[in-house]
Nanobody
């Protein structure tokens, strides 16, 4: 089956860091754009970042730009999201998703979704 599995979430204090992983099985990530989305309680999913299949070009939401870094390791079939200087407003369930086309802000463009990993930023 085609699956994405997120891991690496947890509880961290404001200003701390976490590294999320998105591992693919059943398909190869090399030719997919991979996006990270997040969903806080009572809110819809928000696009966080995306890495393309072309030269690993990256995009970031203004709210995380300069603090988060997306990267991919095709040999491990895995995409990462390094999150630094975390803030309480970063608290959400984080999802990764695969897009057969270019990076997109629209959820409907992503074919495959993980089940999410919880990130909680609190003192």
């Amino acid at each position: 089956q085609l699956q994405l599995v997120e891991s690496g979430g947890g509880l961290v204090q404001p200003g701390g860091s976490l590294r999320l992983s998105c591992a693919a099985s059943g398909f190869t990530l090399d030719y997919y754009a991979i996006g990270w989305f997040r969903q806080a309680p009572g809110k819809g999913r928000e696009g966080v970042s995306c890495i393309s299949s072309s030269r690993n070009s990256t995009n970031y939401a203004d709210s995380v730009n300069g603090r988060f870094t997306i990267s991919r390791d095709n040999a491990k079939n895995t995409v990462y999201l390094q999150m630094n200087s975390l803030k309480p407003e970063d608290t959400a369930v984080y999802y990764c998703a695969a897009d057969p086309g270019p990076c997109s802000d629209y959820e409907s463009d992503y074919n495959y979704w993980g089940q999410g990993t919880q990130v909680t930023v609190s003192s």
